[in-house]
């Protein structure tokens, strides 16, 4: 009897835990719209792979996801209000790891990826160095031949500062010293557009915006900034960088989706599951990174944090040692490399 | 060519099912009240029915989504002509004419007038698509920073002379304090914060649409509820579809509308706000000097000129679109991110890898503006009855509205504020006979101003010579200047002034 | 406005202007520059404002001229004192304090900008209720009934700010996706 007792204790007890765990696995079920405010502007490259994420979200979660664009400020302004929302799970944010974590160093705006967001990551791009298909340069070391016979004279376009392009160039003349004259537009597009008129010579953006005017033969890729070629369907390999600067380093700049700490841990929870199910197997999200020159390359948590971090270190220090930062990356938890 | 044309017929073909025509109504329906609703704008609701259609076959999506476009810029319209609110900015224009026809009672036919102009505008834009689609896309590609500064000023320059007939000063003036009101916030270069004065809310900006809801939309509310008694318009409906012989009298003008229109739409940046000015700037020019005097009083052949020009711009932005991947306004640029969600790769290749798609998109624009023609002269009579309704009860559901179009984008209760003050400011500056037409364009167009003008200079090195010497710069120039020095009766009085003094 | 009246305001406005563009040119000039940071001088963010500065300068200081010219400064010959509201007032009242117009103009901003600052604080479609019916209420209440014979205007009022504020809620939270204040 006793014992049947014992028995009966321990059977309820072990339900209990076990009904704990399932508790603290307990799935979010979002009871109205959920907000993605992507700080760009709608249509562009992060505009475009968070509206294929979330379509494939929203099946999984079982409701709607609204997109708003709010850009400014290099996305600065659109993540803010991101972080002043209600944390209640309702409001998230996208694009790229590396603007997340060098916005504190650019004195832009006070967030720290590691402390105040949980990342979830999707696709990675890299840059290419192309130029304009009338331009004399045939390969990067006619271009860097260039560069140092004319020091500042040639004209680089990128979607504006602390853009992928614009890291891309500063990369280079990091490992180079090379001079340029940097011209600025209002996103990747328009940037590649204008090497593609001739009104600059050069730019160094992601392969997602140069991908159908490299096709179309307008421009002419260069080099991929990267240790390995890239293969870009329809037009074959461009050659990595490291052929011609052996040191170069540089890992892939990671987008995907943020939502800030502080939310229940249901809803992370919920969406790391999703993750996993759903985007980890997206075809729709495979066809997109393929069609468009980006590396379908998903994954969340702790191991996304590492992999945004291979790439926004570098990247902040260069922003330091350019003059371009505010603060010592130090002082935000960046350890120089 | 031939095989286009027996392409572009089997796509229409194609397209006459139950379900995509279904499809095609509701999306054009909804663009229409979109449009129509002040503050809610062309761009967003492509954007949000971008999202909604993502599931879809990509036809059925991108068909969706012009018929949202068409509809919404046609739908401005109606509250343009019936509450002196443009819907979206592309309709500012149209309150200059349509707004007293519907004084003088005559809102059904105003209502019919613009329909047919925006159903014709779009037509050309359309033919002007099939024929034209390689030419007029390279012709993008000749507009580059040098060309968009003066476009900028020109804009301000034909706006301001438009609006303020009886004193341009004003009208120019207005337009500079809209550039000036463009340079408050980040700026998009350094992200280094202009005239904010340690405002964290203006270190934001100032967003397009609550300025312009506020001085429409507010401004006109507080005007009308000023006086005890409105005069409800006696708007007895003659007939809402017009006569073709009042249409055809206007031959002219809309095909000089339609082409101005379509081109405008090919160039990048600039939108339906500019084409519907720069073809009202035409008309005016090329009307009779008799029926000059009606422009800005119920000119049926300004309502037509401004209608048809807004609404070919569409056709014309998305020629680039297709045959660039450039979009050629701001809705266009979230057709092209769809058209690329949806694994269709517009751009120099289309024409190589998916040359069905052109025709299927023109198709898809005359779909599109078919159902606008029959939706848009539907349903007019219990719309006007809008001008029936007592104003103290209609007028805080308008405003009601204002505040929601201004938050709808961005979701900040400081655009809401934005929108009151620009109210009452732009209420203070309309009783002193500034327009404020010339003041959301300069919004508009100073962001374009301030990173172009900066990116000439950079390209120049300082120098001012390229600005003079490139051969579209020069036409611009030539146009601005050429409107400035023929209304400067300013310099004139001044000049006469002192020759009195002399004498 | 008169001719007369209306180039008083140009006058006065032409200064303000002036001050205005003034300032706009002495803050641009303030503004940092960035050839330290390795950009072209003419990327500084002052470049563009300088120049619309000046534009406005020069457009507010022909206004002025031209108010001068157009006699401004000389002592006016027909010294009627109106009040600044009375040239906008068509159906003019004999009321002696605050002429009707304005009046209305001013509880119209008044109702308007309390609902634009209530919002956020409390319920949408509580506040955009309450809105409608006072703004109804209060202009169509008639001050020479009394106040219960009227409940038929509130009831009215009531009846339109429940409609509105459902509508408006619905159609823009489930239709049109939108977040509301």
């Not at chain 3, 004999?94 to 209530?118: D, E, N, S």
Request: glycine residues 8%.
């Amino acid at each position: 009897m006793k014992k049947s007792l014992y028995l009966a204790f321990a059977l309820v007890l072990l339900f209990a835990t076990a009904a704990q765990g399932a508790f603290a696995q307990a799935t979010w079920k979002p009871v109205k719209p959920i907000t993605i405010i992507v700080p760009w502007g709608a249509g562009g490259s992060t505009d475009q792979v968070t509206r294929v994420a979330a379509a494939e979200l929203e099946t999984a979660l079982g409701q709607k996801i609204v997109i708003v664009n709010q850009p400014g400020a290099s996305g600065s302004v659109g993540t803010k209000s991101v972080l002043d929302a209600k944390r209640d799970g309702y409001t998230w944010s996208a694009g790229a790891a590396a603007d997340l974590a060098t916005y504190k160093v650019q004195g832009m705006l006070d967030t720290d990826i590691r402390k105040d967001w949980e990342i979830f990551l999707s696709v990675a791009n890299v840059m290419v160095v192309s130029v304009n298909a009338e331009t004399p340069y045939k390969t990067f070391s006619d271009l860097l031949a260039a560069f140092k016979a004319k020091p500042g004279k040639i004209t680089v376009a990128t979607a504006g500062q602390s853009s992928a392009g614009h890291i891309g160039i500063e990369l280079i003349r990091k490992y180079t010293g090379i001079d340029y004259k940097h011209v600025t537009y209002d996103g990747g597009n328009p940037a590649v557009i204008a090497c593609v008129s001739g009104e600059t010579e050069v730019t160094t953006q992601l392969a997602v915006e140069e991908a159908d005017m490299i096709r179309a033969k307008r421009i002419r890729p260069l080099a991929v900034l990267s240790d390995k070629p890239l293969n870009l369907q329809g037009f074959g390999e461009i050659p990595p960088i490291t052929n011609w600067i052996k040191d170069f380093k540089t890992g892939p700049n990671y987008f995907g989706i943020f939502i800030p700490k502080g939310v229940p841990q249901e809803v992370i929870d919920t969406v790391s599951k999703a993750w996993k199910d759903v985007i980890f197997n997206s075809a729709k999200l495979k066809e997109y990174a393929l069609s468009r020159g980006a590396v379908f390359d998903p994954s969340y948590g702790q191991d996304a944090q590492d992999r945004a971090f291979s790439y926004y270190q570098p990247v902040a220090w260069l922003y330091y040692e350019a003059g371009k930062a505010k603060i010592s990356p130090d002082t935000v938890g960046i350890p120089k490399p | 060519m031939f095989e286009g044309l027996n392409m572009f017929g089997t796509a229409i073909l194609s397209f006459l099912n139950f379900k995509i025509l279904f499809n095609a109504v509701w999306a054009t329906e909804l663009g229409i009240i979109i449009g129509m609703l002040p503050g809610l704008t062309a761009t967003m609701g492509v954007a949000l029915l971008t999202t909604l259609t993502f599931k879809m076959q990509a036809n059925d999506a991108i068909l969706i989504l012009i018929c949202m476009y068409i509809g919404a810029i046609y739908g401005g319209s109606r509250s343009a002509i019936l509450l002196n609110i443009p819907g979206t900015p592309a309709n500012a224009a149209t309150t200059l004419d349509g707004y007293p026809l519907a004084l003088q009672g005559k809102a059904g036919k105003a209502i019919g007038i613009a329909t047919t102009g925006s159903f014709l505008g779009s037509l050309i834009g359309m033919f002007a698509m099939l024929i034209f689609t390689p030419l007029i896309g390279s012709i993008a590609l000749k507009f580059q920073s040098y060309e968009f500064v003066w476009f900028s000023i020109f804009g301000i320059i034909i706006c301001g002379n438009l609006t303020a007939p009886k004193d341009p000063l004003k009208g120019w003036i207005s337009g500079f304090i809209g550039l000036f009101v463009s340079m408050i916030g980040m700026e998009g270069i350094h992200a280094y914060t202009r005239f904010s004065f340690g405002s964290t809310e203006l270190a934001g900006g100032i967003s397009l649409i609550p300025a312009m809801v506020g001085t429409f939309g507010f401004a006109e509310i507080i005007s009308v509820m000023r006086y005890q008694k409105f005069d409800v318009v006696k708007a007895k409906i003659d007939r809402v579809i017009p006569k073709p012989s009042e249409v055809f009298k206007y031959w002219k003008t809309i095909i000089r509308s339609g082409i101005i229109g379509t081109l405008i739409g090919a160039i990048p940046g600039v939108g339906e706000d500019i084409a519907a000015w720069v073809s009202y700037d035409f008309a005016k020019r090329g009307a009779k000097p008799a029926d000059r005097e009606m422009f800005g009083k119920g000119s049926i052949e300004g309502l037509m000129a401004s209608e048809t020009g807004n609404n070919a711009c569409v056709p014309g932005a998305i020629i680039p679109v297709l045959t660039l991947a450039i979009p050629g306004s701001a809705p266009a640029a979230v057709l092209l991110g769809a058209m690329l969600i949806h694994g269709i790769r517009p751009g120099p290749l289309i024409m190589v890898e998916f040359p069905s798609f052109i025709y299927e998109t023109v198709a898809m624009v005359l779909i599109a503006t078919v159902m606008m023609f029959i939706l848009g002269l539907t349903m007019v009579k219990p719309l006007v009855k809008i001008l029936q309704v007592p104003r103290q009860k209609l007028m805080p559901i308008v405003f009601t509205l204002c505040v929601i179009g201004s938050f709808a984008i961005q979701s900040r209760l400081f655009d809401v504020r934005v929108m009151v003050v620009f109210g009452i400011l732009g209420f203070i500056l309309r009783e002193m006979e500034y327009p404020m037409a010339p003041l959301v364009l300069g919004i508009i167009l100073g962001d374009i101003l301030d990173k172009n003008l900066r990116r000439a200079l950079i390209l120049s090195n300082g120098s001012l010579t390229p600005f003079f010497t490139r051969p579209i710069s020069l036409i611009l120039f030539s146009l601005t200047m050429l409107i400035v020095l023929s209304r400067a009766k300013w310099i004139k009085t001044i000049i006469a002034s002192i020759r009195k003094k002399n004498a | 406005m008169t001719d007369n009246k209306m180039n008083k305001a140009d006058f006065y406005t032409s200064i303000v202007l002036i001050t205005l563009s003034i300032g706009i040119i002495v803050i641009s000039l303030r503004m940092p520059s960035m050839v330290s940071k390795n950009e072209s001088m003419w990327s500084n963010p002052g470049v563009v404002p300088i120049f619309i500065g000046f534009a406005l300068l020069m457009l507010s200081g022909s206004m002025f001229v031209r108010a001068i010219m157009h006699g401004v400064l000389r002592p006016s010959d027909n010294q009627h004192t109106e009040g600044p509201a009375s040239d906008i007032t068509p159906i003019s009242d004999t009321q002696k304090k605050l002429p009707v117009p304005m009046k209305r103009m001013l509880i119209t901003t008044a109702i308007c900008i309390g609902y634009a600052f209530l919002l956020g604080t409390l319920w949408f479609p509580l506040v955009t209720f309450l809105f409608v019916f006072v703004f109804i209420s209060v202009f169509e209440f008639d001050s020479a009934k009394k106040v219960l014979q009227q409940w038929k205007t509130f009831l009215w009022a009531a009846v339109i700010g429940i409609g509105t504020s459902a509508a408006v809620t619905i159609v823009f939270q489930y239709l049109f996706l939108v977040n509301l204040p």
